[in-house]
């Protein structure tokens, strides 16, 4: 099924556990259709809703080259989706930081810790900074209080990596 999905067709369906919203929300993308150019901050919509129109077809998509990059997942053991993954990219002007599989609201920036690491791009930067639990997804492998804790975790783990 992953070696057969295409990245547009992710895009479009914007799955609230997928990878590839988290890829393209933090690497800034364009996302290209047969109508137009939409930048990835007004493309996701919540769950599995984007800002596509009917008939609109993802074409391309565009991912602007970070100076580095790394994507955490935490993996849930039945699907392999993720229970929570935190897309970390740095780029020369700032870091944006993209959560997938946390938020009632779908793929979404937390900005707190995009702006401590782009002041300092290290896991310091990110001592005392958390995701409220609110609005955070909650089922049978995960409270909201675990995937919000899973963010810091999992952002910490991706700065490592890619510093
Ligand atoms: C067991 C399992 C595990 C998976 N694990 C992961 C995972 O770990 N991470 C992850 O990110 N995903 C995961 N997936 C999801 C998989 O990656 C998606 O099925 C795939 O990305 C969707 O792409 P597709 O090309 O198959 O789209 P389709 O399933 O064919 O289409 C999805 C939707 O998008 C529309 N669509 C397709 N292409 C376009 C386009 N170019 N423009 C506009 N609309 C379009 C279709 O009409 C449909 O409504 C998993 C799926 C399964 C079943």
């Known amino acids: 099924m992953r070696n057969r999905g295409t990245i547009g067709g992710s895009l479009a369906n914007n799955d609230p556990a997928a990878c590839y919203p988290a890829a393209a929300l933090a690497s800034g993308a364009t996302i290209?259709?047969?109508?137009?150019?939409?930048?990835?901050?007004?493309?996701?919509?919540?769950?599995?809703?984007?800002?596509?129109?009917?008939?609109?077809?993802?074409?391309?998509?565009?991912?602007?080259?970070?100076?580095?990059?790394?994507?955490?997942?935490?993996?849930?053991?039945?699907?392999?989706?993720?229970?929570?993954?935190?897309f970390v990219a740095k780029y020369a002007d700032g870091v944006r930081v993209a959560v997938t599989g946390a938020s009632e609201d779908g793929v979404f920036r937390w900005s707190e810790a995009e702006a401590a690491l782009s002041a300092n791009f290290s896991g310091d930067a990110?001592?005392?900074?958390?995701?409220?639990?609110?609005?955070?997804?909650?089922?049978?492998?995960?409270?909201?209080?675990?995937?919000?804790?899973?963010?810091?975790?999992?952002?910490k783990r991706a700065v490592a990596a890619a510093a």
Not at 133 to 154: E, F, P, T
């Open 126 to 155: 990110l001592e005392g900074l958390s995701v409220d639990a609110d609005g955070m997804m909650a089922d049978i492998h995960g409270s909201k209080a675990y995937r919000a804790h899973l963010i810091g975790v999992l952002t």
């Open 32 to 86: 290209v259709t047969n109508a137009r150019e939409i930048k990835a901050d007004d493309y996701f919509d919540g769950l599995f809703t984007t800002a596509l129109e009917e008939g609109e077809i993802v074409t391309q998509v565009r991912l602007p080259v970070p100076e580095v990059a790394n994507y955490q997942k935490f993996v849930q053991p039945a699907s392999r989706f993720a229970l929570v993954g935190v």
